[in-house]
């Protein structure tokens, strides 16, 4: 089981904001430590969407942004798309050298 | 924008040990932190460890020691993560990535290979 919890599955309408949290504690999340988050396409591997609690890798759509407050860490897809269903995952390090991906949320446009 | 190729699938038995390729074209290879990380069918990604080739700096998952062995050829620029004892439980695709910042293992993984799909079974 991950330290890093997030809701399992999140739906919306083409068009509509939705937000995934990542829920961590004050040793990992709420500590000095930066959340990143990635999406991954079904049978393709993971990119990476999100660094460093809120900033985009050139090339990613300025339609997702994250933020960091407290222990949990969230994703916000503004204005989902079709091609936006896949599953995300944070991540972080959360101490002990150890580097840990949340549980993974499947989103689905409806 | 570096590029990482992996070695083709694998099926191995119980108690037996795998050793995964990845290797980087197109960028800097030596100071970027290469990680491994898994994903067992229908699972979620989970972390195994990592190395800095230019050091040999290595991290492991605390899941993993003992059982996981990475390295690093810069000459070649190919990093490599072997697998041993392997159980069914290994069932999964294995991914090499490279980290966005050199020296940094957290800062996030920007280079992904394609994966490697490791299948153990009797």
């Known amino acids: 089981q991950s330290v890093l919890t997030q809701p399992p599955s999140m739906s919306g309408a083409p068009g509509q904001r939705v937000t995934i949290s990542c829920t961590g504690s004050n040793s990992n999340i709420g500590a000095r430590y930066d959340v990143h988050w990635y999406q991954q396409l079904p049978g393709t591997a993971p990119k990476l969407l999100i660094y460093g609690n809120n900033n985009r890798p050139s090339g990613v759509p300025d339609r997702f942004s994250g933020s960091k407050s407290g222990n949990t860490a969230s994703l916000t897809i503004s204005g989902l798309q079709a091609e936006d269903e896949a599953d995300y995952y944070c991540?972080?390090?959360?101490?002990?050298?150890?580097?840990?991906f949340g549980t993974g949320t499947k989103v689905t446009a409806l | 924008q570096v590029q990482l190729v992996q070695s083709g699938a694998e099926v191995k038995k119980p108690g037996s040990a795998v050793k995964v390729s990845c290797k980087a074209s197109g960028g800097t290879f030596s100071g970027y932190p290469i990680s491994w990380v898994r994903q067992a069918p229908g699972q979620g990604l989970e972390w195994m460890g990592g190395?800095?080739?230019?050091?040999?700096?290595?991290k492991y998952a605390q899941k993993f020691q003992g059982r996981v062995t990475i390295a690093a050829d810069e000459s070649t620029t190919t990093a490599y993560m072997e697998l041993s004892s392997l159980r069914s439980a290994d069932t999964a695709v294995y991914y090499c990535?490279?980290?966005?910042?050199?020296?940094?293992?957290?800062?996030?993984?920007?280079?992904w290979g394609q994966g490697t799909l490791v299948t153990v079974s009797s």
């Open positions: 190395i800095i080739p230019i050091f040999g700096t290595l």
């Open positions: 991540c972080s390090y959360v101490g002990s050298t150890t580097y840990v």
């Open positions: 990535a490279r980290a966005r910042q050199q020296y940094d293992f957290w800062s996030g993984y920007e280079s």
